[in-house]
Antibody, heavy 121, light 110 residues
Framework: QVQLQQSGPGLVKPSQTLSLTCAIS??????????WNWIRQSPSRGLEWLGR?????????NYAVSVKSRITINPDTSKNQFSLQLNSVTLEDTAVYYC???????????WGQGTLVTVSS | QSVLTQPPSASGTPGQGVTIPCSGS????????VNWYQQLPGTAPKLLIH???QRPSGVPDRFSGSKSGTSASLAISGLQSEDEADYYC???????????FGGGTKLTVL
């Protein structure tokens, strides 16, 4: 059974960096058949995919155009986890952030518990 | 404005059936499979249907999915009070090169 456990601060100041981590159990971040995603949800923007990292003989990353200049998703094979960094945050980045796996079904099948991140001074 | 279009609300009485539509385009639903999610308040979305019409283990067969062209739908039969939740459709979009979602449909069991 795959489980994703998120951690990270719930409050970030404007212009600073949002950092979250997603620890994986029951699968490997280096799996050749999975992809590891970050998604956020807010009342104004709904569910919004932010990006992914995955391993297919080498590491790949893809990011949503809306955040491409500010986002980094990194795998950590030593801890079997992956992380999200979002730079230069504004009030509009306030949302519940989720990590999620794309598995063999080709769908976002397992999700983390969600982290409410509030951007406020 | 979500890429996939869903009605904001739907309702039904216990025992009845309800269908939730999801409309997209050739770059998402028209080219890739559709997934459906159920979200209860304060929880993460839960996969309900994948690959247009496949139920993951543990999902009751009261839930079914279908797709035609650039539209998909989720059907729920024999409504129960615990089905009251938000439902979202999702698909990969070849133009945006990312996952896109519907705006969600809030299902009320009257």
């Amino acid at each position: 059974q795959v489980q994703l456990q998120q951690s990270g601060p719930g409050l970030v100041k404007p212009s600073q960096t949002l950092s979250l981590t997603c620890a994986i159990s029951g699968d490997s971040v280096s799996s050749n058949s999975a992809a590891w995603n970050w998604i956020r949800q807010s009342p104004s923007r709904g569910l919004e995919w932010l990006g992914r990292t995955y391993y297919r003989s080498r590491w790949y990353n893809n990011y949503a155009v809306s955040v491409k200049s500010r986002i980094t998703i990194n795998p950590d094979t030593s801890k079997n986890q992956f992380s999200l960094q979002l730079n230069s945050v504004t009030l509009e980045d306030t949302a519940v952030y989720y990590c999620a796996r794309v598995g063999g079904s080709g769908s976002l099948d397992y999700w983390g518990q969600g982290t409410l991140v509030t951007v406020s001074s | 404005q979500s890429v996939l279009t869903q009605p904001p609300s739907a309702s039904g009485t216990p025992g009845q059936g309800v269908t939730i539509p999801c409309s997209g385009s050739s770059s998402n639903i028209g080219s890739n499979t559709v997934n459906w999610y159920q979200q209860l308040p304060g929880t993460a979305p839960k996969l309900l249907i994948h690959s247009d019409n496949q139920r993951p283990s543990g999902v009751p067969d009261r839930f079914s999915g279908s797709k035609s062209g650039t539209s998909a739908s989720l059907a729920i039969s024999g409504l129960q009070s615990e089905d009251e939740a938000d439902y979202y459709c999702a698909a990969w979009d070849n133009n945006m090169f990312g996952w896109v979602f519907g705006g969600g449909t809030k299902l009320t069991v009257l």
